[in-house]
C-alpha cells in the first residue's frame, strides 16, 4: 500500500508499505479519503516547539501521520467489531494518510448521505464542534452563541451544530465567507473588516473562540454575566508556544474578571460519530470542503495550511 511517511519535520514521503494485518478487535479500511486538521498540522511542523518533548525533538517520534478516514472495511480481526467487509465506515485513527488504516475504537458507519470524501471532512472537526458546544460550552435551547472564526473547518461545523442544539448563533468571519455563515445558519455574521462584534452591544451564552485573535476585553465586552468562553483554537505563528500564549492569557483573565473560559482537546469516539451521523443524516449538519488533493500530492495540500487563515476543510482523495 501507498502511506504517508513522516520521517522529519515539513515534509512527507509517500512510499509503498506493507499492509497490514488486522489484531482482535481491529478493523483494515481500504481509506477512500482523508482531511487534513489542525493538530496533523502542528505535527507535520513540529510546533509549538516546546511540545517537542511529546512530538520528538529532532524528527518525529512517530512516522504515521494523518487522523482523519473514511473508507471501506477490508477485513475484520478477531473479537467482535459489529462490522464485515464490505461496510462503510470513517472515523479517527492514526496513521490515515494511507490506502490501509487499522482502525479500533473511534469508528462508526459512515453517513449515507455522505461521499467518501465529505465523511473524510468530518471526525475530528465536527467532534471538536459538538464536544466544545455541548460538553464544554453547556449550550442549551434558548441560548445565543458567538462563534469566532466561523469559516474554518471547525467554524463552519459550529455554526451548524449550535442551530441544532437549539441555539441562535451568530459568525466571526472575513468578507468572502459572509454568505457561506449565513447558508449555514448564522442569523447575524460579522465581517471582521468591516464591523467589530466587541461594539455590537450583543451578549452571548457562549463564546465559541475558533480563531485565538481576539483580547480577552474583546471577548469579556459581549460575554453574558453567566456565560462560558471555549477556547478552541489560538495563533499557530508562535514557534514556541503556538496558542497556548493566547489561552493561558486568557484562562488568566477569566480567573481575575472571575468569568468562564474553558480549554479543552476534542476526545473523539464512537458515540459523538454517531451522533454527528444523525445530524448529518437528518439534513441539520453538512461538511463544507474548499481544497481536494490526491496522496501523491499531500505535502502541497499541508503547506496550503501555511499561511494560518480560517478556511473550510481540506480533503484528501487516497
Known amino acids: 500500500m501507498r ?18 494485518k488486522p489484531g482482535v478487535g481491529e478493523l483494515l479500511v481500504r481509506v477512500h479519503a482523508t482531511s487534513l486538521n489542525a493538530v496533523d498540522w ?69 453517513p449515507a448521505n455522505l461521499s467518501f470524501e465529505e465523511a473524510a471532512a468530518v471526525p475530528v472537526a465536527g467532534v471538536t464542534a459538538l464536544q466544545g458546544l455541548r460538553d464544554h460550552g453547556g449550550l442549551r435551547p434558548g441560548q445565543k452563541v458567538l462563534v469566532n472564526g466561523a469559516a474554518g473547518g471547525v467554524g463552519t461545523f459550529a455554526v451548524q451544530i449550535a442551530r441544532a442544539l437549539g441555539a441562535e448563533a451568530h459568525a466571526v468571519c472575513s468578507t468572502r465567507n459572509v454568505e457561506q455563515a ?21 451578549r452571548y451564552d457562549v463564546l465559541f473562540d475558533n480563531a485565538g485573535n481576539r483580547s480577552w476585553r474583546s471577548m469579556r465586552a459581549v460575554l453574558a454575566s453567566d456565560g462560558t468562553v471555549v477556547l478552541v483554537g489560538g495563533p499557530r505563528e508562535k514557534r514556541w508556544l503556538g496558542p497556548l500564549g493566547h489561552i493561558a492569557r486568557a484562562k488568566l483573565a477569566a480567573t481575575l474578571y ?43 495540500a499541508m503547506r496550503n495550511l501555511d ?7 481540506t480533503v484528501v482523495t487516497v
Not at 502511506?3 to 497490514?20: I, L, N, Q, R, W
Not at 468562564?260 to 460519530?273: C, G, H, M, R
Request: aromatic fraction near 10%.
Open 182 to 202: 449565513r447558508e449555514l445558519g448564522a442569523t447575524r455574521v460579522f465581517d471582521y473588516t468591516r464591523e467589530d462584534f466587541a461594539r455590537s452591544g450583543e
Open 258 to 300: 472571575r468569568r468562564k473560559a474553558v480549554f479543552f482537546i476534542a476526545k473523539p469516539n464512537t458515540d459523538d460519530l454517531e451522533a454527528l451521523r444523525d445530524l448529518i443524516e437528518s439534513g441539520q449538519v453538512k461538511p463544507v470542503i474548499e481544497h481536494r488533493y490526491d496522496l501523491g500530492q499531500i505535502v502541497e
Open 42 to 110: 502542528y505535527g507535520f511542523k513540529g510546533r509549538p516547539y516546546s511540545a517537542r518533548p511529546l512530538m520528538g525533538m529532532r524528527k518525529p517520534k512517530s512516522e504515521e501521520a494523518g487522523t482523519d478516514f473514511a473508507g471501506v472495511v477490508a477485513a475484520v480481526g478477531d473479537g467482535g467489531t459489529g462490522f464485515v467487509p464490505g461496510d462503510e465506515v470513517y472515523g479517527c485513527q492514526d496513521g490515515a494518510f494511507a490506502e490501509y488504516v487499522l482502525a479500533a475504537n473511534v469508528v462508526a458507519r459512515k
Open 307 to 313: 499561511d494560518g487563515h480560517a478556511r473550510a476543510k
Open 3 to 20: 502511506a504517508a511517511v513522516h520521517a522529519k519535520y515539513g515534509s512527507f514521503d509517500v512510499a509503498d508499505m506493507e499492509t497490514p
